[in-house]
């Protein structure tokens, strides 16, 4: 059950809506491309909320926060997470990013150092420029194509998001199914030019030596979006950091594999303070 639903205001004056569930410490999620606070799952929330005072989010243009056509960077987006957590009245917490998400963990981790405990960094990667290689035909069926309606370019989406054994499983398209039985607001078109915008701006690599959170770093070894060798990418430059590859597993390996999704991670940041 929710304890509290909330907006706070970001620093130019958007609104973004935040969800916060369970008890413990806390641990902010941040959401990967065009997905909204109800892209996790309910399994993998079910589960993070059991351990941690778990605070979700609807990145700026997606859910029910403000949906601005106008330009925006990763950096607008992490000091958004800050200003949740303000508005919470949360002065650190542990971070936990997917793909965007996780570049937005790794932009926060470095605009707000000393507000991170621990940092899970989830089928990221530190920029195009430096990542692993990509497909780009994968990454073009992320985005809507004119006359698509919402459904059909979800599952467009999700036939190169999802790995292939969760595909080929009923569970895996009873999930999907009841992920797009979802009523909450469809994430409009300019945000996924404006999420891509900021995506294709932004680059970590140089700076990622500066991280000294406790950091764990977990992907899918069946990721075709972004491909698990930015794990080994990222491992390289952030000292002291953890990798944890899940075999048989896609890009949304929170969908696919969500008890090992909390436990792993959440075994790894609990004895963080």
């Not at 989010?57 to 800050?82: C, F, H, Q, Y």
């Not at 996924?192 to 140089?206: K, N, V």
């Not at 406790?214 to 950091?241: C, E, Q, V």
Request: glycine fraction near 10%.
């Amino acid at each position: 059950m929710a304890t509290t639903r909330d907006y706070a205001p970001a620093k130019d004056g958007v609104k973004l809506r935040y969800e916060i569930r369970g008890s413990g410490d806390p641990l902010a999620l941040i959401m990967g491309f065009s997905g909204s606070s109800h892209g996790w799952g309910e399994p993998f929330v079910r589960g993070m909320e059991a351990r941690f005072r778990t605070v979700l989010i609807d990145n700026r243009g997606t859910g029910e926060s403000d949906k601005p056509d106008v330009p925006w960077t990763l950096a607008t987006m992490a000091d958004d997470i800050a200003a949740v957590l303000d508005h919470a009245k949360i002065p650190r917490a542990h971070i936990y990013g997917i793909s965007m998400g996780g570049m937005i963990a790794q932009e926060f981790a470095l605009r707000h150092a000393s507000r991170v405990r621990g940092l899970v960094l989830g089928c990221t990667a530190p920029g195009m420029a430096h990542g692993a290689p990509t497909d780009p035909a994968n990454v073009a069926k992320l985005i809507p194509q004119p006359g698509m309606s919402p459904e059909e370019a979800a599952r467009v989406a999700f036939s190169v998001a999802c790995g292939t054994k969760f595909l080929n499983s009923k569970h895996g398209q009873d999930f999907i199914n009841q992920q797009l039985a979802d009523t909450y607001p469809v994430t409009p078109m300019h945000t996924f030019t404006r999420q891509m915008e900021a995506i294709q701006g932004w680059d970590s690599y140089e700076q990622l030596p500066q991280i000294k959170a406790p950091t764990m770093i977990i992907h899918g070894d069946d990721d075709r979006l972004l491909p698990h060798a930015n794990a080994d990418i990222l491992h390289k430059r952030i000292a002291g950091s953890k990798v944890h590859i899940m075999k048989d597993i896609g890009h949304m390996f929170f969908w696919e594999a969500p008890e090992e999704s909390v436990r792993v991670p959440g075994d790894f940041i609990a004895p963080v303070k």
